[in-house]
């Protein structure tokens, strides 16, 4: 089946220390989503490629960072992690940039920072 | 810039009870609009979509939603609910204008008594 996978699932860090997480899909998709989702809040995006076109939001803090070498893969990294930055990391594709293209979600990267 | 209110946090039902969760968004111009469903644990998996036409759009797991443009509203109904509907469940909008970027609202967590 054509999907989007995330690894690991859990990924434990200690405070500053770099972390990178992965992102793949099969569905051949143009757009790739990065969201975070902290405890019992909404999913809040951070960034998304459209093709090699980076695109950041404006809140977005500078600790983050996305590298997208390929259309399948998509990775995450966070220079220098927070206490504040444990939640889940979700990943998301979608066919194009329109509205009307269903994103379709990983299951998500726990992260916990010690 | 587009907004999404979920007013209910939690919502407790029994089984085989009918369900509505409400959700009031702000756009300045014809949304799409999104019902998406997170188990613990897990990333997000769409319900459905509202785009155009018929106001009365059915889902996948038995759900529905009606869109109704003068209350700014897309409640998310089901008849009669299972024990595997124990959720949460987020409200989305997307913005045409802004590069299908999805924003969502603060999610309503559904539990299910026996």
């Known amino acids: 089946d054509a999907m989007v996978i995330q690894n690991p699932r859990y990924q434990v860090t200690q405070f500053g220390k770099p972390v990178t997480l992965s992102c793949s899909q099969t569905l051949n998709h143009n757009v790739m989503y990065w969201y975070q989702q902290k405890s019992s809040q909404a999913p809040k995006l951070l960034f998304h490629?459209?093709?090699?076109?980076?695109?950041n939001e404006a809140d977005t803090p500078d600790n983050f960072q996305s590298r997208r070498p390929n259309t399948s893969f998509c990775f995450l990294d966070i220079r220098s992690p927070g206490l504040g930055d444990a939640a889940m990391y979700l990943c998301?594709?979608?066919?194009?940039?329109?509205?009307?293209?269903?994103?379709?979600f990983g299951p998500g990267t726990r992260l916990t920072v010690l | 810039a587009q907004s999404v209110t979920q007013p209910d946090i939690h919502i407790t039902v029994s089984e085989g009870a009918s369900l509505e969760l409400r959700c009031n968004y702000s756009?300045?111009?014809?949304?799409?609009l999104f019902w998406y469903v997170q188990s613990p644990g897990q990333g997000l998996q769409l319900l459905l979509k509202?785009?155009?036409?018929?106001?009365l759009v059915q889902g996948i797991k038995g759900f529905e939603a009606e869109f109704k443009r003068s209350q700014s509203s897309f409640n998310l109904r089901k008849p009669s609910v299972h024990w595997s509907d124990a959720a949460e469940y987020f409200c989305a909008v997307g913005a045409e204008a802004a590069g299908n970027k999805l924003t969502f609202g603060g999610g309503t967590r559904v539990l299910v008594k026996p």
């Open positions: 998301a594709t979608s066919r194009g940039r329109s509205s009307y293209n269903e994103q379709f």
């Open positions: 509202y785009f155009s036409g018929d106001t």
């Open positions: 490629y459209y093709d090699k076109d980076f695109n």
């Open positions: 756009y300045g111009a014809t949304p799409y």
